[in-house]
């Protein structure tokens, strides 16, 4: 079982819609969790950051993270065309310089 | 937030030769930096932790000797791919957290497409 399991996707989803995206995870020790967006041939762009479990919301977009079923997901509300690019979910033991460990990426698409 | 830059942003070479890939903290001091390499489609994958003053730590599978990593300063590291290979052809990107910002999130810089001819 790899570390971090997220759905490549590709995922479609028309103008206006509400997108959620997940990632699983088997190291009950990851406290720091992140979202970043990566638009095609440039690098990943950090979207949204959470400590442990519970909600946090910046515009447009929710993460969610429960460490009791080592699940974090994101949400994207009123998608946008721009939203577009691929979406990776990232995790880290602690808030030092220990590496991210990262999920494969889902490619989103929103189709206007 | 804070900004991390890379240069060259694309780079062409023939096989054989190297190709050095710089990567600065352009507003913040970074004792460590990451390098990754992403495939078209690929997540990134972990090649080594640049240690500023220090030897860098390589991951499983990557070859130090091919994949040279120097930290000289706290602002710059920079990824030497030796004896380049069409199979190196590749997306190089780096990343670095500012120990001062009280914050956790890693920041990337906004990588290199190195294609070996």
């Known amino acids: 079982q790899k570390e971090v399991e997220q759905d490549p996707g590709p995922l479609s989803v028309p103008e206006g819609a509400i997108v959620s995206l997940n990632c699983t995870y088997s190291?009950?020790?990851?406290?720091?969790f992140m979202w970043y967006r990566q638009y095609s041939r440039k690098g990943p762009e950090l979207l949204m950051y959470t400590y442990s479990s519970g909600n946090k919301e910046d515009g447009r977009f929710t993460a969610q993270v429960d460490k009791s079923s080592k699940y974090i997901s994101l949400f994207i509300r009123d998608s946008q065309p721009s939203d577009s690019a691929t979406y990776l979910c990232?995790?880290?033991?602690?808030?030092?310089?220990?590496?991210?460990?990262f999920g494969k990426g889902t490619r989103l698409s929103v189709i206007a | 937030g804070a900004v991390v830059s890379q240069h060259p942003s694309r780079v062409i070479c023939k096989s054989g030769t190297s190709v050095k890939i710089e990567c600065r903290s352009l507003?913040?001091?970074?004792?460590?930096m990451f390098w990754y390499r992403q495939f078209p489609k690929k997540s990134l994958m972990l090649m080594a932790t640049?240690?500023?003053?220090?030897?860098?730590?390589?991951e499983q599978g990557v070859e130090k000797d091919k994949f040279l990593i120097n930290h000289a300063s706290l602002t710059l590291s920079t990824l030497t791919v030796t004896s380049a290979h069409p199979e190196d052809s590749s997306f190089y990107i780096c990343?670095?957290?500012?120990?001062?910002?009280?914050?956790?999130?890693?920041?990337f810089g906004p990588g290199t497409r190195l294609t070996v001819t």
């Open positions: 640049s240690n500023e003053g220090s030897k860098a730590t390589y």
């Open positions: 990343s670095a957290r500012d120990p001062t910002s009280g914050r956790y999130e890693q920041y």
């Open positions: 507003d913040f001091q970074a004792t460590t």
């Open positions: 990232a995790m880290s033991l602690d808030s030092g310089n220990t590496p991210l460990v």
């Open positions: 190291n009950s020790a990851f406290q720091y």
